[in-house]
């Protein structure tokens, strides 16, 4: 998954390039950046982190301690398992 970031694709292949028939069978992945909070404790998804003002030490969101990456897999619409968070 991190190498195929650092080649710019997304984290995960379509589900149709996967699949034995080539349908995607109601299966979807998404995927984007996320900002993460005191070294992992939480995640902020569809942000980064981002400098306030001069000060080299403060970050939007509040508590901002790196930029990564989420991804998530759907099922018919339904969330399937947590949603993956990852540093490339």
Known sequence: MKN???K???PLP???S?????SSSGMLSKDGR???IHHGQSWVKGTTCQ???GDNRRYR???CTGSGYYAEVYSD???MGETYYFMP
Request: one cysteine or more.
């Open 4 to 6: 195929r970031v650092k």
């Open 51 to 53: 400098r306030v003002g």
């Open 14 to 16: 379509s589900f149709s």
């Open 18 to 22: 996967c699949a034995i028939d080539g």
């Open 61 to 63: 969101p509040s508590g």
């Open 8 to 10: 710019f694709k997304p």
């Open 34 to 36: 996320a900002a993460e």
């Open 77 to 79: 619409g339904k969330q």
